[in-house]
């Protein structure tokens, strides 16, 4: 049975940092990523990153984001520098076994239940 569990969540304030990692269990992945949902809105794709290492990040987190992943240990991370008000959400851990780059919520059969990331001023 896969499971996606997901941790580092909280409160922070803007221009600070948090850290949230995720460690699957059940099967190796081809891409592990983060989406996130903040409320009233659809859920959208922030990094990914493939088994070979490259990664893929949405505008929104390029320069503040970093997604790193260790294989042996089936886990990714999202480093989030320099946070601001809008990226208070519910972030998403998920995984694919079909594709490495994917940014659609569809590419993705597994998903951790989120953890909130809440940005205050």
């Known amino acids: 049975q896969v499971q996606l569990v997901e941790s580092g969540g909280g409160a922070a304030q803007a221009g600070n940092s948090l850290r949230l990692s995720c460690v699957a269990s059940g099967r190796t992945f081809y891409a592990m990523g983060w989406f996130r949902q903040a409320e009233g809105k659809e859920r959208e794709f922030v990094a990914t990153m493939g088994w070979s290492g490259i990664s893929t990040y949405a505008e929104s987190a390029k320069g503040r984001f970093t997604i790193s992943r260790d294989n042996a240990k089936n886990a990714v991370f999202l480093q989030m520098n320099s946070l601001k008000r809008e990226d208070t959400a519910v972030y998403y851990c998920?995984?694919?076994?079909?594709?490495?780059?994917?940014?659609?919520?569809?590419?993705?059969?597994?998903w951790g239940l989120g953890t909130q990331v809440t940005v205050s001023s």
């Open positions: 998920a995984a694919s076994a079909t594709a490495e780059r994917l940014t659609t919520t569809s590419g993705y059969q597994y």
